[in-house]
Nanobody, 125 residues
Framework: QLQLVESGGGLVQPGGSLRLSCAAS????????IGWFRQAPGKEREGVSC????????NYADSVKGRFTISRDNAKNTVFLQMNSLKPEDTAVYYC??????????????????WGQGTQVTVSS
């Protein structure tokens, strides 16, 4: 069964950090770009960050640039999202998704092929 599973969410104070993980099972991530998306209550889903197949290319939403870092370990079939200097407006359910790519690029749009179930991130004092 092809599956993406997120972990690492939780409750953190403003200014704190969390590291999200996205682990794949049933398929290899080597040929997939990976994106992180989030959705807050009453808001549309937005793209947060993405990373290309090799990890050589990344993109970030303006709202998280300089605070979030995406990385991947293809040997472990896992992608990470390091989130620093968290703000209350970062509160959302975070999802990872995979899209098969022939090139070594990524984008925060497009029809991603597989999605995880999401992990809750709450930033509050």
């Amino acid at each position: 069964q092809l599956q993406l599973v997120e972990s690492g969410g939780g409750l953190v104070q403003p200014g704190g950090s969390l590291r999200l993980s996205c682990a794949a099972s049933g398929f290899t991530l080597d040929y997939y770009a990976i994106g992180w998306f989030r959705q807050a209550p009453g808001k549309e889903r937005e793209g947060v960050s993405c990373i290309s197949r090799s990890g050589s290319s990344t993109n970030y939403a303006d709202s998280v640039k300089g605070r979030f870092t995406i990385s991947r370990d293809n040997a472990k079939n896992t992608v990470f999202l390091q989130m620093n200097s968290l703000k209350p407006e970062d509160t959302a359910v975070y999802y990872c998704a995979a899209i098969l790519r022939l090139n070594d690029l990524c984008a925060l749009r497009g029809a991603y092929d597989y999605w995880g179930q999401g992990t809750q991130v709450t930033v509050s004092s």
